[in-house]
C-alpha cells in the first residue's frame, strides 16, 4: 500500500477513536497492524531529518500505542527461556545482516540497517538504528529513539523511550556519535553528528549543557552540538539551607575534522583523558 493512503487511514481511525467512536478502534486493527509490520521492515519511521530538520510523525507513535492496546498476551518461547508478553521478537536479523549476539532483544516494530551489531541489549518497537552501529552490552534503546549510522552505544548506556505526548520528539543521536559507558540520554535530547558524550554524563530536556569553549560559559538544554566533546559535571545552586551542586554537563572541546572518524575519536580520547 501506499504510505500516504496508510497514513490517511491511520489518521481517520485516530479521529474516530478519539471521538468516542466504540466500534472504531476495532475496525482500525488491520491498520494498526500494517503501520507496525511498516514500523519493522523500515518502510517509516518515528521521526525523520528532513531538509535539515527532525520531523517527529505522531500518527506513528499513537499507531504504536493502539497497538499496545488490541495485541495479546502470549507466551513467546526462545530456546529454554519463556516469556509472557503483548510484543512478539523481532526475528528477521538475517534478511536485514544484522548481528545479534545472544541474549541481545529487539521487539518487532524496530528496525536496524545493514551492519547494525547488537551485544546483548534492548531495543524497543519503534526504535531505529543506522547502518553500521554498535549496541554495546546492556545498553538500552528506548522506544521510538533514533540512533544514526556508525553511532556507538558503549556498555550500560541508556537511550530514553518518548511515546507520550505523541508530537514529543524522541531521542535522537546522530551519525558517527560515541556514546560513552553509563550515559543517560532521555526526554528528547538530541546528540548531534559526531559528539562524543564521556562516561556517565546525564542529559535530561533540564540538564544544563554548558560550553566552555572559546572561553565563554554558554548554557543550553536539549542538544549538544555536532562534533562537541562532553563530560558530565556539576553546578552550584543556591538553596534555603546554603549551596548545593546539581548535575550538568560541560562541552570542553570538539573533535578535529577528519575523514578518518575511528582516528579522529581515538585522539579525541587521548587529548582530553577521557574515561568512556
Known amino acids: 500500500m501506499d504510505l500516504s493512503t496508510l497514513r490517511n487511514r491511520m489518521e481517520d481511525a485516530l479521529q474516530k477513536i478519539e471521538n468516542g467512536d466504540e466500534h472504531a478502534l476495532e475496525a482500525s486493527i488491520p491498520t494498526i497492524q500494517e503501520t507496525i509490520a511498516a514500523l519493522d521492515e523500515g518502510k517509516i519511521r518515528v521521526a525523520s531529518l528532513e531538509n535539515g530538520t527532525w520531523t517527529t510523525h505522531a500518527w506513528i507513535k499513537k499507531a504504536i500505542l493502539l497497538y499496545f492496546r488490541i495485541a495479546k498476551m502470549e507466551n513467546i518461547e526462545v530456546g529454554p527461556f519463556t516469556y509472557f508478553d503483548k510484543i512478539p521478537l523481532k526475528k528477521n536479523f538475517a534478511e536485514l545482516n544484522v548481528r545479534v549476539v545472544p541474549p541481545a532483544t529487539a521487539r518487532y516494530g524496530t528496525f536496524m540497517e545493514p551492519g547494525v551489531v547488537l551485544m546483548p541489549s534492548y531495543v524497543n518497537i519503534g526504535a531505529y538504528v543506522g547502518a553500521g552501529s554498535m549496541v554495546d ?102 538553596v534555603s539551607g546554603g549551596k548545593i551542586y546539581t548535575s550538568c554537563a560541560y562541552i570542553i572541546g570538539e573533535r578535529k575534522p577528519s575523514t578518518d572518524l575511528k582516528t579522529s575519536l581515538n585522539n579525541v580520547l587521548r587529548e582530553f583523558a577521557l574515561s568512556v
Open 137 to 238: 552490552t546492556w545498553a538500552t534503546v528506548g522506544s521510538c529513539a533514533q540512533v544514526g549510522a556508525n553511532v556507538h552505544l558503549s556498555g550500560g548506556v541508556g537511550l530514553g523511550g518518548v511515546l507520550e505526548p505523541a508530537a514529543a520528539n524522541p531521542v535522537i543521536v546522530e551519525d558517527g556519535a560515541f556514546v560513552g559507558s553509563r550515559c543517560i540520554v532521555v526526554e528528547g535530547v538530541r546528540i548531534g553528528k559526531e559528539a562524543v558524550l564521556a562516561a556517565n554524563v546525564t542529559l535530561t530536556s533540564s540538564t544544563p549543557i554548558i560550553d566552555t569553549r572559546n572561553g565563554k560559559m554558554e548554557e543550553s538544554k536539549g542538544y549538544v552540538p555536532e562534533r562537541s566533546v562532553v563530560v558530565p559535571g556539576t553546578k552550584e545552586k543556591e
